[in-house]
C-alpha cells in the first residue's frame, strides 16, 4: 500500500465516479446492495447512494489496501497500536484469538470469577458490611469505563437492582447519585485502565468520603470494587487484591465493555445474560473474518462511509434511533468512532491529505423529529445516517411502536427522495441523502452485542483504510496536561496559565469584581 492511500488506483477511480454522480444528479436511483440479516440483525442499505460500478469500485480499494490482510492480523493477534507499542487484541475478550492459548484462558478465568461475583450479588450470597443483601451499585467511570455498560442498563431496564453511573466531575451529579443511598446496602465499582484518570479518582474518593461519614468504614473493604489494568494502584489505594478485577494493556476503554468493565451490567442482568451478550458480538466476529468482502456486514457498513464522507462529501454522520431503549447508542458511537478514527496523521506520522472520520450525533426519535429534523430535511449541509429500529417492543401500546417504525421509515425514505420537484420552495424537500436501516429483531442480549461489535469492526475497517491508528487517543491527553495548573491557580496557587486564560481564572477568583 503506497504512502499515500490516495494514489490508490480504486481511490482514483472512486474520485471520477464520484465526480459523475454529482453532475449527471444521479440520486433518485435504489442501491444495489441487497438486505442483510445476522445475529437478530437486518442491515438495509437500500437508500444508499451506491451503483454497481461505485461498490465495485470499493471492493476493489478494500483489496488493494489488503483489508483482508488486517482482519486476519486481528484474529491472530498481531495487529498493532503502534504509537503505543501494543498489540490490539481486546477481540480476545469474546472471541478466542489464534495465538496464545494461555493468554485465551486468562481471560476465560477473569471472566468468570467476574460473573461469579456478579451472582453473588444477585442472589444475595456477597452481601454488605453488616450482612444485608446489595439493593444498588454505583458504577464510577468516565469514557469507556462508563458509556459501555450504561448503554446495556439503559436498554434493558428491567433489573431488580438499581445501577447508577457517575462519571462527570460535577459535585451536582455527585449530590444525584449518593440521593438517597443506603451506605450498607450500596456496592461501588471503580473502573479506570490506569486507575489514575481524574474524574474517576476523584469521584471515589468523594464517595469514599461519603461511606466514612455515615459511619460505614466497614463497606471500603467488602464494598468498593476495582476494574483496572494497574492492580498495584488499587491495592496501594487501599484496594483488597479479592476485590480487583483485571483489565489487559491491549483493551483500550472504548472496546472494554466485554471485559469486566462489564460488571455493573453482569449484577444488573445476571451471568447468561452476559454470555449471551458475548455470543452475539463473537457471532458477529465469526462472519466479519470469514465471510467474502462484498457480503460483509462491517465491511459493507465501512465502505460505505467511506464512499459518503470522503467521495459525496458527507462531513456528518447522524445516528437515529427510534426506540427509547436504545437511546444512548449515539453518544456511545460518538466515542467510538470519533475517539477511534479523529486522527489527522497516518500510523506513519505523515500529514493526511484530506478528511477521516466524519462527526457523529444524533438523538432520539422521534424527539429528534421535532428538534433538527427540519435541518436535515431541508438545511444545506449534507450528511448520511443510520437509522436504528426494533420489530416489536415490549409494550401493550400496539400503535405506538407501529408509529414509531412508521416514523423511522418515513423520515429515511424522505431524506433519500424528497418530494416531487415542482413543489414550491418552501415546502420543497431535495432528498438526495443517503442512510443505513438497521433493524433489531428483537432487542435482547445477543442482538445488542452483535450489533456493538458491527460498529467496532466497521471503525476497525475505517482505520486501516485511512492507515491510520483507530487504537490511540493521545488528542485527549492535552487537556487533562493544561488542566493541572489552572485547577491549582483556581485555589490560590500563583501558578502562570495562558494570557488568554487569566481573565476566566480571576474572575473564579474575585467574584465581586467588575
Known amino acids: 500500500m503506497p504512502a499515500d492511500f490516495r494514489q490508490l488506483p480504486s481511490w482514483q477511480t472512486l474520485a471520477k465516479l464520484a465526480g459523475n454522480r454529482r453532475l449527471a444528479s444521479r440520486d433518485d436511483e435504489l442501491s444495489i446492495l441487497e438486505p442483510m440479516s445476522l445475529g437478530g440483525l437486518t442491515v438495509d442499505m437500500a437508500k444508499q447512494l451506491v451503483s454497481a460500478e461505485e461498490w465495485h469500485s470499493l471492493l476493489r480499494l478494500a483489496e488493494e489496501s489488503n483489508l483482508q490482510g488486517a482482519i486476519e492480523r486481528q484474529f491472530d493477534g498481531t495487529f498493532e497500536n503502534r504509537s503505543e507499542g501494543k498489540t490490539v487484541q481486546h477481540v480476545r475478550l469474546r472471541t478466542p484469538l489464534a495465538s496464545d492459548e494461555k493468554l485465551n484462558d486468562e481471560v476465560e478465568t477473569e471472566r468468570e470469577r467476574m460473573l461469579d461475583f456478579a451472582e453473588g450479588v444477585r442472589d444475595g450470597s456477597l452481601r454488605g458490611h453488616t450482612g444485608r443483601p446489595i439493593s444498588t451499585v454505583v458504577n464510577i467511570g468516565i469514557g469507556g469505563s462508563h458509556l459501555g455498560p450504561q448503554v446495556l442498563v439503559n436498554a434493558f431496564p428491567t433489573s431488580t437492582i438499581d445501577v447508577r453511573f457517575l462519571a462527570n466531575i460535577d459535585g451536582l451529579t455527585l449530590e444525584r447519585t449518593l440521593r438517597r443511598l443506603d ?3 450500596t456496592l461501588v465499582i471503580v473502573a479506570s485502565k490506569s486507575f489514575s484518570t481524574l474524574e474517576a479518582l476523584e ?5 469514599k468520603s461519603w461511606f466514612i461519614e455515615r459511619g460505614a468504614e466497614g463497606a471500603i ?3 468498593f470494587i476495582a476494574v483496572t489494568e494497574r492492580l498495584d494502584r488499587a491495592v496501594a489505594m487501599g484496594f483488597s487484591r479479592e476485590s480487583c478485577f483485571r483489565l489487559w494493556g491491549w483493551t483500550g476503554g472504548r472496546y472494554s465493555i466485554w471485559s469486566p468493565i462489564g460488571l455493573a451490567t453482569a449484577i444488573a442482568f445476571g451471568a447468561p445474560f452476559f454470555r449471551a451478550f458475548l455470543a452475539g458480538a463473537r457471532k458477529l466476529d465469526e462472519h466479519f473474518r470469514n465471510a467474502d468482502l462484498a457480503d460483509n ?6 465502505l460505505t462511509a467511506l464512499w459518503n464522507s470522503e467521495f459525496l462529501d458527507r462531513g456528518v454522520h447522524l445516528v437515529l434511533p427510534y426506540d427509547s431503549r436504545l437511546a444512548e447508542i449515539p453518544t456511545y458511537l460518538q466515542q467510538l468512532e470519533l475517539e477511534s478514527n479523529g486522527k489527522r496523521v497516518t500510523a506513519d506520522g505523515d500529514d493526511i491529505a484530506g478528511h ?26 449534507r450528511f448520511s445516517a443510520d437509522f436504528v429500529a426494533v420489530r416489536t417492543a415490549p409494550t401493550r401500546y400496539d400503535s405506538h411502536h407501529r408509529w414509531l417504525l412508521a416514523n423511522c421509515f418515513a423520515q429515511s425514505e424522505a431524506m433519500r427522495f424528497g418530494n ?12 438526495g441523502t443517503p442512510s443505513t436501516t438497521i ?7 445477543e442482538s445488542i452485542g452483535a450489533f456493538l461489535a458491527m460498529y467496532e469492526q466497521k471503525v476497525f475497517c475505517l482505520g486501516h483504510l485511512w492507515q491510520i491508528n483507530s487504537f490511540d487517543q ?12 489552572i485547577y491549582e491557580a483556581l485555589a490560590g496557587s500563583p501558578t502562570a496559565s495562558h494570557p488568554a486564560t487569566e481573565p476566566l481564572i480571576a474572575r473564579i477568583r474575585n467574584p465581586g469584581r467588575d
Open 183 to 185: 451506605p450498607e446496602r
Open 203 to 207: 469521584n471515589a474518593g468523594a464517595v
Open 221 to 223: 473493604a467488602r464494598q
Open 297 to 302: 456486514l462491517p465491511i459493507r457498513l465501512a
Open 356 to 381: 477521516t472520520v466524519p462527526f457523529i450525533w444524533g438523538g432520539e426519535e422521534t424527539n429528534g423529529q421535532h428538534a433538527f429534523h427540519q435541518f436535515l430535511l431541508q438545511g444545506t449541509r
Open 420 to 431: 416531487a420537484p415542482d413543489t414550491p420552495p418552501h415546502r420543497r424537500v431535495p432528498g
Open 439 to 445: 433493524l433489531f429483531n428483537e432487542l435482547d442480549a
Open 474 to 485: 493521545w488528542g485527549v491527553e492535552l487537556g487533562k496536561t493544561l488542566a493541572e495548573p
